[in-house]
């Protein structure tokens, strides 16, 4: 027997929730939210004290997130929910401060920091693709020392858990960037983008080798001696299982799966790229039925907890990731639709699972079953 709910919920902001759960084997959750989401931008002083926009908030909302249990561990560390904005896609969190409620989210994980700034690619750097976007931005970030210096005494303000995510071009300058981290308060964690070109290997990607990527993470590990270390890998390899090992065995915390698939869009005519770079790295959800794949594969191969990314977009997707066996999730491209898209997703997740009561977070996760086909 297949019993049916539908529900049309009222959201703030003129927004209405239609959820259809499908009873009977896995309950299958159709969520769609629709309307203008009108929020006040705070000055930079209510930012600087962590105020929130009002609208963010409505009572009602609140009184139900407190009923409802979304915190989740990843290793030791505890998240107020699974939802977190990803790197590169949020800034350094206060650039969204003004608009979404930092303190709502499980989290986010800040621009890739490296040693030294980088003043990134040419323009254009983004590129609009079939359910997905091209993006070449070359790294571009203030620098290590001026995110310690002028970013982070800003996010001590907000309740919120901060993932510095950390790369370089060898081994030392990853471990120079942590080594500043390290003695900076107000992060709990660090997450190494292991997707980039190696130069003393002749630009190798370091995640595409297991032993390049037990070295870097083994490196960091010895570095990160106050904080949790996730390691974010990339997509291109032909067996993730073996770069999870390899990576979990160097002593990572935690996995993130995965970055961008290099990709590129041309002009025929002119015969030039769309972007400024020959290349560029694709996401949105044009991705996610290829890197959940890789999520699924990566718990085969490991223990170890694991962040998926790539294309969540609605708390179905997020459902499909932890379903897999992942911990929590990240949202990237589609923070550049809607710069409150991962606070939506916390407050439909939990209207959903507050008020329907059809099932809780952790008899969705590890549900996916190889059998069912
Ligand atoms: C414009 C842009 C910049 C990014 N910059 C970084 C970065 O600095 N470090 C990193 O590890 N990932 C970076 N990423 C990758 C995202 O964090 C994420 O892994 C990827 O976009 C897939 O998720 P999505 O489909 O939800 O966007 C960037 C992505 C985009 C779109």
């Not at 003129?14 to 629709?34: A, D, G």
């Not at 709502?104 to 800040?110: H, I, M």
């Not at 085969?300 to 992942?326: C, F, N």
């Amino acid at each position: 027997m297949t019993a049916s709910i539908r529900k049309s919920l009222p959201l703030p902001g003129e927004r209405t929730l239609h959820v259809e759960i499908l009873l009977l084997l896995l309950p299958k959750t159709t969520i769609c939210v629709t309307g203008p989401s009108a929020v006040r931008r705070l000055n930079d002083s209510e930012i600087l004290r962590g105020a929130r926009p009002a609208s963010c908030y409505p009572s009602h909302e609140v009184s139900s997130a407190g009923a409802v249990d979304l915190s989740v561990k990843i290793g030791a560390l505890r998240l107020r929910n699974p939802i977190l904005a990803a790197s590169g896609t949020f800034g350094y969190g206060l650039e969204f401060a003004h608009l979404v409620d930092l303190n709502r989210l499980g989290g986010f994980v800040t621009k890739g920091l490296s040693r030294e700034p980088i003043e990134g690619a040419p323009a254009p750097r983004l590129y609009p693709t079939p359910s997905g976007m091209l993006n070449a931005v070359g790294l571009e970030n203030v620098g290590v020392r001026a995110f310690v210096a002028e970013k982070l005494p800003v996010l001590r303000n907000f309740d919120t858990a901060v993932i510095a995510n950390v790369f370089g071009y060898t081994i030392e300058d990853y471990v120079e960037v942590i080594r500043v981290l390290e003695d900076a308060e107000g992060l709990v964690g660090y997450e190494l983008n292991v997707s980039c070109p190696n130069v003393k290997t002749g630009g190798m990607l370091f995640g595409s080798d297991p032993t390049c990527v037990a070295e870097v993470v083994s490196a960091a590990r010895h570095a990160a001696s106050k904080r949790p270390l996730w390691v974010k890998l990339s997509p291109l390899v032909t067996n993730i299982g073996l770069i999870a090992r390899a990576a979990a065995e160097a002593g990572a915390d935690a996995l993130t799966v995965a970055n961008t698939y290099p990709a590129m869009a041309i002009d025929f005519r002119s015969g030039k790229s769309r972007l400024g770079n020959p290349t560029g790295g694709l996401s949105g959800p044009a991705i996610k039925p290829i890197t959940l794949r890789l999520v699924w594969e990566t718990t085969k191969a490991v223990k170890t907890p694991i962040i998926g990314l790539g294309g969540v977009e609605t708390v179905e997707d997020v459902l499909d990731y932890l379903a897999v066996g992942a911990s929590a999730v990240q949202v990237g491209t589609a923070s550049f639709a809607d710069p409150r898209a991962s606070e939506l997703l916390v407050d439909t997740l939990t209207t959903v699972l507050g008020r329907t009561k059809a099932f809780a977070l952790n008899e969705i996760r590890d549900k996916f079953q190889a059998e069912n086909g």
